[in-house]
């Protein structure tokens, strides 16, 4: 019986000389989910990938993909059963289109149906040398390569980076299909409301840390509710600051403050003193709660 589990990384460490890329990164992704991990550049998102194909061997800890270990032997079996874009790729030149494409159809027996389909999904000018496309066909192409094999789990290093916002969004809603297919979809980035999209849960790093790690409706729903007031006359600090409230900004009469769950009845009575002119109550977006894990 197959693992629960397609990723599991225990302890993750990694260093480049003196710079620690990764710190003691520890998580789980299961079969048929769509993880979204998340970080600005430079936070360690590509050196994790890199450890999860086996290119760059961890320092510390244990990681195992689809069941095997990555620095062990048998890893090269896994590889055949993930599909992977890199954040960083090119083809080589003077190959067209269907060059690539016929060359790995070739390497891993690709249904007709399953090409037919993708290529609907993405269409690509496959007459054109691979050279002469774009970042964005580039990107395409890439996909198409990644999911044509029928992979049980896909990699995805910034995967959206240089479409325009039509193909972004079909890629985005393909990503979320293919894991009803039952794929697993492991993919970096930083563009958040993509993630609040698709994902089921994210992980948050920082300067090679998890600083967070659980589902997305958790994480907005545990930062409660953004208030944004404006009253007749000024707002007083002390009447908004208290415990578990956060005050984000307060100018004059207007102020944004961040409420957690149980606290709202509270906050709505310390300002029952003031005349309200507006009141606003809404839940948190990804990129706010991020902003607020990256402003510490």
């Known amino acids: 019986m197959p693992r629960s589990e ?11 000389g003196r710079i620690k890329a990764l710190e003691n990164i520890s998580f789980t992704v299961r079969r048929g989910e769509v993880f979204g991990y998340l970080g600005p550049n430079g936070a360690g998102k590509t050196t994790t990938i890199r450890v999860l194909m086996g290119f760059v061997k961890p320092d510390r800890g244990k990681v195992s993909v689809l069941g095997f270990d990555v620095t062990g032997r048998g ?3 896994a590889r055949r059963r993930i599909g992977f874009v890199p954040g960083d790729f090119d083809f080589p030149r003077g190959l067209r289109g269907r060059d690539i494409i016929r060359l790995f159809s070739r390497l891993h027996s690709v249904e007709s149906s399953r090409l037919d389909e993708l290529l609907g999904t993405f269409p690509l000018d496959l007459g054109m040398r691979v050279e002469a496309y774009s970042t964005g066909m580039k990107q395409l192409l890439a996909v198409v390569l990644a999911f044509m094999h029928r992979p049980e ?15 972004r969004r079909r890629l985005l809603e393909f990503i979320r299909e293919e894991a009803r297919r039952g794929a697993t979809i492991f993919f970096s980035s930083h563009v958040l409301n993509e993630v609040q999209m698709v994902a089921d849960r994210v992980a948050l790093l920082r300067n090679g840390r998890l600083v967070a790690l659980e589902s997305i409706e958790s994480l907005l729903k545990r930062r409660g509710k953004l208030v944004t007031v404006q009253v007749e006359g000024e707002l ?18 207007r102020a944004r403050i961040l409420v957690p769950a149980g606290k709202l009845d509270e906050l709505v009575h310390r300002l029952s003193k003031y005349r309200l002119a507006d009141l606003e109550v809404r839940d948190l977006r990804l990129e706010e709660v991020f902003q607020y894990y990256y402003e510490r």
């Open 153 to 167: 789990l896909v990699i995805m290093d910034e995967p959206t980076m240089g479409l325009d916002p039509l193909m």
């Open 75 to 77: 890893f090269a079996e």
């Open 236 to 253: 007083r600090a002390e009447d908004l600051e208290f415990e578990g409230v956060e005050v984000i900004e307060i100018h004059g009469s």
């Open 6 to 16: 397609a990723i599991v990384v225990e302890g993750l460490s990694k260093s480049y």
